[in-house]
């Protein structure tokens, strides 16, 4: 807020070289020759790099991707979407090496493109990998159940697609890297984990772990599509090595949108059988997944879609079937929440439907299916246990507080007034999500000055480790919080980490720095009992507000405190540290339910939302103020997926939302206050009873939103408008539902 936190791009890096990538104007083209003679004659440019000048093997990211799809650092043989890189100019200035790029001529001969998923699946479709012989990068299909749905009183059948998003973070992805005297790098990069970049560029470039160093300024978000290393930075540390010369490097917004990582990009198509009393019987679901052009994380989400099928309903059976296909369009990851916000969307946009079939009101229908909790721990037919949550409880309490029945009254008046052009709908969602059940470093150390540094393996960048954290250890350390200091992102000084994503930092490195807070505090304790001559059982951690210094003593004896200066001195040269690796009992299960109100303009299909209700189970809560903060940040993302975000290609494979006039964000006058709860019931996995927070609101806020427009707009014959509710879309439904 004050412009002195310092990004990537703010890094001094005076002695460094400036690098502009190269990149296809064309969606599908066989690359005959890249010419880099004007280019390199440019004043400044100290290089015009190529795939073969670098020779850089092809690099895939998840070894469940065929290797056909591997990716190759720079384009080789043909480009496969608008926006891949070709080559690589590096000079003395910025600007030159901008104008040097213009110099590369890059000669292609177009080829037919598909960006569709379900047209790419078609026989005859253009390929992506022609080696492989399809589209189909990978599928999974367990049989039919369709015997069950024959005894359903009621099928419901919803086609639900999530559109193709940006995760548009703060900041635009950048690196600063260069050569070490060991042969290896030294690296500033814009990253969701430190080790994870580390090892990935180890992997890409043939070098051991220990001649790399990574760290990360305060990254300008990451939303998952952080999550792995951009395929620029293999380039920008092979430049670094090749040259021996630093390299820096900061992409532009529209470099931004049209090759980081995209989100979702998922159609589900449901299917749900009810029995004669609203209960459901069976689900079915299939799933085709948008990969792009280079399978990234895109192939691995369907596994988490179909993992949460059952959302937080009682269902007795789910047949799921999912295909990943390959498009000539800009790879597809990991964005906020992925994978669950599409499983979700599709659940609770078909529970909405089935409810006015049935004639039944939609919490009504939802009450009757969900899993109660006196049934958890619950095991769902997608191999998952759901270990605690009160799921009836929170959509109750999102009902009041959204305060449904003066809406529902306010929307029975509007109705009867023909003329008013002004409508109104509440939707709900509720859900069930993962939070990431790995191992996570921390450690707490004293040095012998007293100061108290903690250290963990995710990486803060917007989720306020150093708060959240830091208190966890100053209630056991009895110091306050302004006495602790926080170190992540330096695999220097870090050693081992899986970084921040999946909503698993306060479950696990939180668990793990309270683990180490009390390991220390053992450790200190037998420091003191050598120095008091006393019973160890008989000490106890005293606070500076009690006796006026923080550290051990004999319980009901303030004089006897020894301050954590003199007990990290007494303990050695290098005073008091301790180090864990926390583990959860597995995955945690955040669930809740999510209420929104709005109103929509007939006569434009403008949409307005009034009122958000976010109510969510993230255990217990550590922060409160940060987990609001999570809950609003999510439902702002949620709000904008209903409303506002979606990428865009033409039918040749034209990025037609490369800018943010296209690319639609919502700001804060588009948004509403957020009305926020917690449920507060811990899990018994993790240490600190804590689940996950940072995704909820994007996998409960968009169905929430959505369901409520069509709610506002159900009683003209609108059925269903698919995602985004633009003006435009809402207005075609309005006028289509309409008579004549």
Known sequence: MRGSTAFVADLPADDCLRAVFVRSTEAHAELSAVLTHDAEAAPGVVAVLTAEDLELAPFLYFEPVPEVFARPPLATGRVRFVGEAVALVIADTEARAVDAAELVQVHTETRPAVVDPDDALEHGAPLVAHEHGSNEVMHYDKGRISELFAAAAHVEVSRCPNQRMASAPMEPS????????????????????????????????????????????????????????????????A???????????????????????????????????????????????????????????????????????????????????????????????????AGQPEATNGLERTMDAAARSLGIDPLELRRRNLISSAELPHDTPTR??????????????????VDLDRWRAEQRRRRAEPADPIQIGVGFASYVSVADGQEEFGAVDVSTDGAIRVRCGTFSHGQSHATTFGRVVAAELGVRLAEISYVDADTA????????????????????????????????????????????????????????????????????????????????????????????????????SHAAVVDVDLATGRVRVLRHVAVDDCGTV????????????????????????????????????????????????????????????????????????????????????????IDAVAHLGVRHIDLPLTPERVWRAITAARPG
């Open 174 to 237: 950048g690196m600063v890297v260069r050569p070490t005297a060991a042969g290896g790098i030294d690296v500033w990069a814009t990253t969701q984990g430190v080790h994870q970049c580390r090892d990935e560029l180890a992997r890409a470039l043939g070098l051991d772990l220990d001649l790399l160093r990574v760290r990360s300024a305060a990254v300008g978000g990451g939303f998952g599509g952080r999550h792995s290393i951009p395929i620029e930075f293999v380039v920008l540390a």
């Open 239 to 337: 430049a670094a090595l090749r040259l021996g010369r630093g390299v820096r490097w900061v992409e532009t917004r529209t470099e931004n949108l049209l090759g980081m990582v995209h989100g979702r990009a998922q159609r589900h198509e449901v299917s749900m059988g009810f029995d004669d009393a609203g209960r459901i019987v069976a689900l079915a679901v299939r799933n085709v997944a948008d990969c792009g052009a280079y399978p990234h994380f895109g192939p691995l989400m369907p596994f988490g879609s179909r993992k949460l099928a059952c959302g937080p309903y009682r269902v007795p059976v789910v047949d799921y079937e999912w295909v990943a296909v390959a498009t000539h369009t800009n790879p597809v990851g990991a964005y906020r929440g």
């Open 384 to 401: 998952l246990t759901y270990d605690s949550g009160d799921y009836a409880a929170a959509l109750a309490r999102a009902a009041d507080l």
């Open 493 to 592: 000084l870090v050693p081992r980490g899986s970084g921040t994503g999946g909503s698993r930092s306060a479950q696990i490195a939180g668990s793990s720095a309270l683990q180490a807070a009390r390991e220390l505090v053992a450790a200190a304790a037998e420091v003191a009992a050598r120095l008091l001559e006393a019973d160890p059982a008989d000490l106890a951690v005293m606070s500076a507000s009690a006796t006026g210094e923080a550290g051990i003593g004999v319980r009901g004896v303030p004089t006897s405190v020894i301050g954590w200066a003199r007990l990290a001195s007494e303990a050695g040269p290098d005073g008091l540290s301790a180090e864990v690796v926390a583990r959860t009992g597995g995955v945690t299960h955040p669930s809740g």
């Open 622 to 709: 550590l922060e409160p103020a940060v987990v609001a903060g999570q809950q609003h940040g999510g439902s702002a993302a949620g709000i904008g997926q209903a409303l506002f975000e979606e990428i865009v290609y033409g039918p040749d494979g034209s990025p037609l939302t490369a800018t943010f006039a296209d690319y639609l964000l919502p700001s804060a006058a588009e948004l509403p206050s957020f009305d926020t709860a917690t449920m507060d019931i811990p899990t018994p996995l993790s240490p600190n009873g804590a689940k996950g927070i940072g995704e909820n609101g994007a996998i409960a806020a968009p169905t929430a939103v959505q369901n409520a427009v």
